[in-house]
Structures are given as C-alpha cells and as structure tokens.
C-alpha cells in the first residue's frame, strides 16, 4: 500500500509541475481509497519507522559548477563520443547515476532537423541508457511516425542525463519520478547545449513543462498552457512548447491527442515537411 500511496504522491508532483491544477477522480476510486486507508494497521509505538533518505530541495544542486564544453574539432560523430565520454566522466553524473543504471544521452540522426527536448531519464531509460525507450517513448514513437518520420529521422534527448532520485523501498528500487531540481537542471544544460551545437537541427521541440522550463527559464511561466503551441527562441534557433507524451498517457481520449497533434503539425509546417489532407484531419 505505501508503494502505491507514493506512486500517487509521485504523480500528483509531476502533474501539478506540469501545470495541471486539478485531477477527476471516481466515485468508486475514492470508496476505493479510503476503504484501503483505513484498514491499514497502526503502526507500533515500540518500532519507530527507519529513516530515509529524502528527495533533494526544490532550491538544491550539484556540488560541483556546471561543465564548460568545449567540443573538439571533427566530424559530428567524432564530436558526439567526445561528449558522451565527458558525460561519463562527469563526477557530478557518476554520482548521481545509481549501482547498476547508465547515463543517458540523447540518440538520433545527428543531421536532424528536428530535435524533441525531454525532462529525465526515467526507469527504462536508465537502464537501457536511452531516452524515450519506454511506454512515453513509445507513444513519442507513434507521434513521430504520425509526422511520417522514423526515430532515426530525428533527434531525441534530454534536459537531465541522470533519473533524478527518490527514496527507495526495502528492495532498492526507486518507484515513481520527480521533475528535476533547478541546480540539477544548470549542471545539465551545457550538455544538451552541446549535442544542438553539433546536431544544428532547425527547430526544436520540448515535451513537457519540465523541458520548457529548462530551455527558457524556471520563471519564464507558470502553467504549460502559456507557452505551449506557440514558437518561442532558444539560441537562435526556433522552439515549439507542447506536452510530455505522458499527458497522452494519463488522457487518453482524441481531444487531448489533438492538442499535441496540432502543435506538431505546426512543427512539420515550419519543417517544411508536406502535410497531407489525412494528416491535417488525424484525431478530429
């Protein structure tokens, strides 16, 4: 039951991060609920609960500054294992990284014209060392193939280059995410900056008020709906705001689809990618 309480807890956070002020909830899941709560057993007087550890502040960061870059002359594949070599030499990574996962980097074509920008790693990520590889890279997947693209068209990376960590239960294993924190965010960005220096895609486009965030400025809005379907800059460079595809995930239905359908029909257009009839009508 706590599991569960704290991948709720862990939810709510994302969603109220990403923007959302408020949730619908059944009538049966709330009977549900409270049924649950109030058959949990009391915990002993005699037995105080471990202490553990606890999620970073939202004003935290990495002890270390941020990384200069400085990316070596070369081809753009040369450049990009440099980068992954600093990634993994990076102190401040390596110890973020828990036993057993990976840093990630992004992956994609590095003559991209389009880039999409993530918040973090989450559990499948960390351990295939891959962004997007589970179920909201699938759906990232299906988004990208509605463009008439492949993953191997684009490039797919993120804000952070490690899952921001969680307490974990008895057997280690972290459940839910968090949003980064700022500190966390300004020790990653000069590493998402430099895999856009060496792609030099066109446009780019962040999933999520996470990305958006990070990519404009912690104070730039408040909720996502401010900026998202709207061209912003960041260095030079064109950036379309729409939702994570979790947002999808959480609300499945056409309406919500279309919402992020629309703002990547707006990417494809500024792409100058053709659009066809079909496309222009996909989720109406």
């Known amino acids: 039951m706590r599991l569960a309480l704290t991948a709720i807890a862990d939810e709510l956070r994302r969603l109220k991060a990403s923007g959302v002020t408020s949730v619908t909830v059944s009538d049966e899941g709330m009977a549900a609920l409270r049924a649950s709560l109030e058959t949990r ?80 790693p989450g559990a499948e990520e960390e351990i295939q060392g891959e962004p997007f590889v589970g179920p909201a890279g699938q759906l990232l997947n299906k988004m990208i193939s509605g463009m008439a693209l492949t993953r191997e068209d684009v490039y797919i990376g993120n804000i952070m280059n490690w899952r921001p960590d969680l307490p974990v239960g008895a057997d280690g294993v972290q459940t839910g995410n968090r949003p980064p924190t700022e500190g966390e965010m300004a020790h990653c960005l000069p590493y998402l900056r430099a895999q856009i220096e060496i792609v030099k895609p066109t446009l780019l486009v962040a999933l999520g008020a996470t990305a958006a965030k990070g990519l404009l400025g912690p104070k730039a809005f408040g909720a996502l709906g401010e900026v998202r379907g709207r061209w912003h800059d960041f260095g030079g460079r064109p950036l379309m705001v729409t939702y994570h595809p979790s947002y999808i995930l959480r609300n499945p239905i056409n309406r919500t689809k279309r919402l992020i359908w629309e703002d990547l029909l707006k990417v494809m257009e500024r792409a100058n990618l053709p659009v066809s009839d079909r496309q222009r009508g996909f989720f109406l």
Not at 49 to 59: G, N, S, T, W
Not at 75 to 86: D, P
Not at 107 to 117: E, N, P, Q, R, T
């Open 41 to 120: 057993p009391a915990p002993a007087a005699a037995s105080p609960a471990p202490r553990r550890k606890q999620a970073p502040e939202a004003d935290s960061a990495p002890a270390a500054a941020p990384p200069a870059i400085v990316l070596p002359k070369g081809t753009k594949q040369a450049q990009w294992e440099a980068l992954k070599q600093a990634v993994l030499d990076d102190a401040v990574c390596r110890a973020k990284v828990r036993p057993g996962m990976k840093i990630v980097l992004g992956v994609g074509s590095l003559d991209a014209a389009i880039m999409f920008v993530g918040e973090a």
